[in-house]
């Protein structure tokens, strides 16, 4: 009987086609590229935090040297 009615639910052209593998592929390409995504996100930040962080300390080096008053750490000929 249930049998019967199984049957009777099928659609004319048989089988529905199983898109399981199809969604697995699907989703593992989504979320991997959303994770490089996020990936590429943080080291972008970093870098740009790094590149700031060399920018300060280069800043109070000039300024320091030019308090002094003395060119003697850019002068080569004091390396001796």
């Known amino acids: 009987m249930i049998k019967q009615l ?3 639910c099928e ?3 048989g089988k529905v086609m199983d ?3 199809l969604n697995f592929v699907v989703l ?3 979320f991997t590229t959303v994770f490089f995504y996020v ?3 943080v080291i972008r ?3 740009r935090d790094g590149i700031a962080l060399a920018d300060e300390r ?3 080096r000039e300024s320091a040297l030019s308090a002094s008053g003395s060119g003697a750490l850019n002068d080569p000929s004091s390396h001796e």
């Open 19 to 21: 898109a399981g593998w």
């Open 39 to 41: 990936l590429y996100l």
């Open 11 to 13: 659609q004319p052209w």
């Open 28 to 30: 593992s390409v989504v």
């Open 6 to 8: 199984r049957l009777n």
């Open 58 to 60: 280069r800043t109070a």
């Open 45 to 47: 930040g970093a870098v």
